[in-house]
């Protein structure tokens, strides 16, 4: 489980940069904890796009862009991921925050519905605010 996850638009140099300590003050970034972030872009890529969490597993999804020693990591969100939050509505981002606490829930890890909505819905806003030409977003963790 990652302790601190933060979301972020950058250049491919960029993320990599922020491997060592989390992107910098010049981006813009979305700070949370205590949950498995690579699991729920897995998850979210999943509900999102009608492809199979196994399916992602099975291609390298998401994709590593860098890992430190000390358990950081650097994830890059793909585009359809990004695509599908760009463009969801409201009631999508609700209804993905719904399902996503109730697919941890059987997982046995629980998370609340107002935690889950504003995580999805900041990641949201990111993906459609932040992102500029050459440009992508990553999630990096800790």
């Given at each position: 489980?990652?302790?601190?996850?933060?979301?972020?638009?950058?250049?491919?140099?960029?993320?990599?940069?922020?491997?060592?300590?989390?992107?910098?003050?010049?981006?813009?970034?979305?700070?949370?904890?205590?949950?498995?972030?690579?699991?729920?872009?897995?998850?979210?890529?999943?509900?999102?796009?009608?492809?199979?969490?196994?399916?992602?597993?099975?291609?390298?999804?998401?994709?590593?862009?860098?890992?430190?020693?000390?358990?950081?990591?650097?994830?890059?969100?793909?585009?359809?991921?990004?695509?599908?939050l760009a463009v969801a509505s409201d009631s999508e981002v609700r209804e993905l925050a719904l399902w996503w606490v109730g697919e941890k829930s059987v997982d046995g890890f629980e998370i609340e519905l107002p935690v889950a909505s504003v995580i999805l819905q900041s990641l949201v806003d990111l993906t459609r605010e932040e992102l500029q030409p050459g440009t992508h977003v990553y999630c990096w963790t800790s």
């Open positions: 489980m990652s302790s601190i996850v933060k979301f972020f638009a950058a250049a491919n140099e960029g993320a990599v940069d922020a491997l060592a300590g989390g992107p910098n003050s010049s981006f813009r970034a979305l700070s949370f904890g205590n949950f498995d972030a690579e699991e729920a872009l897995l998850d979210w890529e999943a509900h999102l796009t009608g492809v199979s969490f196994e399916s992602l597993v099975d291609r390298d999804f998401p994709e590593i862009i860098a890992e430190g020693d000390e358990g950081a990591s650097v994830f890059l969100l793909s585009d359809a991921l990004v695509n599908s």
